[in-house]
Each structure stands twice: as structure tokens, then as C-alpha cells.
């Protein structure tokens, strides 16, 4: 009898990690969210095999008196939910520069993180997908700015274009 129960979980094992999963070669659009101010990034997925991809993010922010750019690289898991839908964790990290001006005060620096990621996503019978994630990142810096403010949140609506 536990061979019999053995042999049938892990046949259901198997199954469940063998279903198919939604996930295109290549994805190309924008990701917009809110992270001490870069609401906008340029966002380019690439599938590595069935369940894994390489996601890469270049969002900047230019305002009245800060101008940034931030370049994001993140390795994803992705699990097959039903039909369309996905959800997937990630790690990874990047690198930035920033600089201030106002009222005859200017600095500038680069900084670096790591971050992390989950989000669900859908990919339509058309080649659009959207998701829906959350990133934590924790910025290693030593500057001022940073010291202050280490761990920065964010959520982010995607909108891509699947090829």
C-alpha cells in the first residue's frame, strides 16, 4: 500500500512539473511604477528555457531639480498558474547616477542595489502581456542620501509586447 501511495504522488509530481507554461522568448515594453521617483522604465524580457528568464530595466526620472537613471537586471522564475496566467520570483540587482540641483546646491553620485521580485502576469492570445510586481530593493551606498533611505519599495504595472 505505500508503494502504491508512493508511486502515485510521485506521478502527480511529475505531472505538476511538467505542465505547460505561458512564457515568450522574447518581451519588450514598459514597466510603471513608483521608487523614489522612477516612475517609468523600459523594460526587455527574455526567456532562458520553458521557466526561466533574464529580465533587464532601464528607467529614469528627470524633474525640476533631480535627474536620474537607473539600470536593473533581474533573473525570474516563472510557475504556470492556468491558462495565460504566471507568477514568478526573481533576484538580481543594478546601478544608478543621480544628480541635484536647486538653489545653488548641486551633488551627484551613482549608487548600486539588490533587489528582489514577484509578480503575476497574463499573456493574451495576442502578443501582449501584462503584470502586475512588487520589488523591494536595498541600495549598499554610503553617501548621505542613501545612508537615510536604504530600502526603497515598488509596485509596477508592465505592459509588453511578446515576440
Known sequence: MKKL???AFMLAGLAFSTQAQEISKNALGLRLGDNDGFGGEISYQRGLSDN???EVDLGWRDSNHVDAIKLTGLYQWVW???GGFNWYAGVGGGLGSWSYDHNDFDESGTFFF???DLGIEYKFDIPLMLSLDFRPELYLNNDDYFRDNSFGPDIALGVRFTF
Request: no cysteine; net charge neutral.
Open 52 to 54: 526561466n528568464r533574464l
Open 5 to 7: 501511495f508512493l508511486s
Open 80 to 82: 504556470n498558474i492556468e
Open 114 to 116: 539588490v533587489a528582489g
